[in-house]
């Protein structure tokens, strides 16, 4: 069994075929949240508005890279989820306000 996700016989869409694809699709709004890789001083979080074109407005959407393990994903999921848990509300109040939460890797995952 692998650790690291690899998409050794995936073949993606070129430039033109995906950007052909997004023709179509309604612009949908989304709250993004990105986890940085852990460094000596921990992990950035960070909380931003965007605009995707979309056909489905999926309550939730993960994007974990090529050659990420399972411990990697599972790590900065689970610091995703203590952002939103502890500050749910300050993130969603103020429209197009983005926010950059710092965590030490010593904190707890409550």
């Known amino acids: 069994m692998k650790d690291r996700l690899e998409f050794d016989n995936f ?9 052909e694809s997004y023709a ?17 001083e921990g992990v ?7 605009t995707e074109l979309r056909n ?5 959407r993960l994007y974990i890279p090529e050659g990420t393990t399972k411990g990697e994903a599972l790590f900065y999921l689970s610091r995703a ?3 939103l848990k502890k ?5 969603t109040e103020h429209p197009g306000l983005y926010r950059l939460y710092h965590l030490d890797d010593t904190s707890p995952d409550d």
Request: charged share 35%.
């Open 11 to 19: 073949v993606g869409m070129s430039a033109e075929e995906l950007l």
């Open 56 to 60: 489905t407005d999926t309550p939730a």
């Open 81 to 83: 989820i203590k952002v």
């Open 44 to 50: 950035n979080v960070e909380c931003y508005r965007e």
């Open 87 to 91: 500050d749910w509300h300050r993130i």
């Open 24 to 40: 179509g699709k309604p612009a949908r709004r989304f709250l993004v949240v990105d986890v940085h890789r852990l460094d000596e």
